[in-house]
């Protein structure tokens, strides 16, 4: 059992920046995929980005592409999220998950959640 814990999420003004993090407790194997995830209100959880556990290759959406930046701390157990040039658009809940099977963009496919944290870019 994984549990996902994220934290990092404020308020902020558009071009800045902000870290999030999620810490898991629990084994991570090397072949776990870790995604993250946002939600904008009525609109459908859709995936930012995500690391191998293992080896660290990285993925992203397009929306994110050079401004956002996925990275881990198998040491602290812990992958972040780093966000600049940040804007209203990429205002929604953040949410941090688990996939045992390896990479997946879609969010059925993941065993572990977070509960979120809020990220508000104000324009």
């Known amino acids: 059992q994984v549990q996902l814990v994220e934290s990092g999420g404020e308020l902020v003004q558009a071009g800045g920046s902000l870290r999030l993090s999620c810490t898991a407790s629990g084994r991570i194997f090397s072949s776990t995929f870790m995604g993250w995830f946002r939600q904008a209100p009525g609109k459908e959880r859709e995936f930012v980005a995500g690391?191998?556990?293992?080896?660290?290759?990285?993925y992203y959406a397009d929306s994110v592409k050079g401004r956002f930046t996925i990275s881990k701390d198998g040491a602290k157990n812990t992958v972040y999220l780093q966000m600049n040039s940040l804007k209203p658009e990429d205002t929604a809940v953040y949410y941090c998950?688990?996939?045992?099977?390896?990479?997946?963009?879609?969010?059925?496919?993941?065993?572990?959640w977070g509960q979120g944290t809020q990220v508000t870019v104000s324009s």
């Open positions: 998950a688990a996939d045992r099977n390896g990479y997946s963009r879609m969010y059925s496919s993941y065993d572990y």
């Open positions: 690391i191998w556990w293992g080896r660290g290759s990285t």
